[in-house]
């Protein structure tokens, strides 16, 4: 497989996980180094640990340029140019290459009687540990986030399919879609504690859908239906309602499909509801 002619994603060197990347790594390499003690550190200063962390952190955070100025020129290339995996791994091998080269300098400056050769492999060794173990990582989030956005996109495309047949759909609690009913055999919905009753018909019978989630959630998920609420424990399809009916004790909706009961209206919607339904039915 020739590497150079195939290309890297995009959202490996896009803007907002680019920034990811150069934070994470960061932060790996100040807890790296302050853990591990790599690149023969603790000579470089007789004090105390904090402020070993403290003038050690300073160092990795300069070291940690390399990386933001090799992302940022990476990130203007990929906007012009494609990435191929090839050029992408001789790009991270170039980062390692620098990034060890300051070490390198910075240690040889601390103590002059190293050998430079010995120097240079001991920090590249823990340069790639500081720079190829977040990166890895990272690149793994990056790929699973991107498969999660897709998989939502595809939901959303057929959410919208289903609308434009004329179907409503229904998600549970975690945003999955549990159920596609469509508008003119829908009925009501009807909250019971922490699930809601989706009532439809279905060959002509009366049929329930238990669906974990709230009643405000559907009220949202429905906002560009004809699905209203209408009470604290209802919402009702209006292209369904027959009969808005008065009575002393209150305000009910008919739907004139047996074994359906009349669904209330409580004082808080009866303004809407009233709106709502001359609207419909007009």
């Known amino acids: 497989m020739d590497f150079f002619k195939l290309n890297i994603p995009s959202y490996f060197y896009s803007k907002q996980n ?7 790594t960061a932060f790996f390499a100040l807890v790296f180094i302050n853990i591990y003690k790599p690149f023969n550190s603790p000579s470089w200063y007789t004090v105390s640990e904090f402020k070993f962390f403290v003038f050690s952190s300073l160092v990795i955070l300069t070291g940690v340029w390399v990386v933001v100025i090799s992302r940022i020129i990476l990130y203007h290339r990929g906007k012009t140019h494609q990435i191929s995996v090839g050029t ?3 790009w991270i091998l170039l980062e390692i290459f620098f990034m060890s080269l300051f070490y390198t300098l ?3 400056s601390l103590n002059p009687e190293r050998e430079y050769l010995a120097a240079f492999k001991e920090s590249a060794v823990n340069t ?3 720079l190829l173990i977040p990166y890895f990582v990272l690149h793994l989030i990056f790929a699973y986030q991107e498969k999660e956005q897709q998989l939502r996109q595809l939901e959303e495309g057929k ?3 289903l609308r434009k047949q004329g179907a409503v759909s229904f998600y549970d609690e975690k945003n999955e879609l549990r159920l596609s009913v469509k508008a003119d055999h829908l009925l009501y919905l009807e909250s019971a504690d922490n699930y809601v009753c989706v009532w439809y018909l279905n060959k002509g019978q009366l049929a329930k859908f238990m669906l974990r989630n709230s009643l405000k959630t559907m009220e949202e998920q429905l906002s560009d239906t004809h699905v209203f609420r209408c009470h604290r424990s209802y919402m ?3 292209d369904q309602v027959k009969v808005l009916r008065r009575e002393k004790d209150g305000i009910y909706l008919e739907l004139g499909i047996e074994k359906v009961p009349d669904i209330p209206i409580s004082k808080t ?3 809407k509801v009233t709106h709502w339904f001359m609207t419909w039915s007009s």
């Open 236 to 238: 009702v399809n209006f």
């Open 269 to 271: 919607y009866s303004e």
């Open 159 to 161: 959410s919208d399919a």
């Open 128 to 130: 790639s540990l500081v």
């Open 88 to 90: 992408y791994a001789l």
């Open 106 to 108: 910075y240690t040889l």
């Open 18 to 24: 680019s920034l990811k990347l150069i934070l994470w």
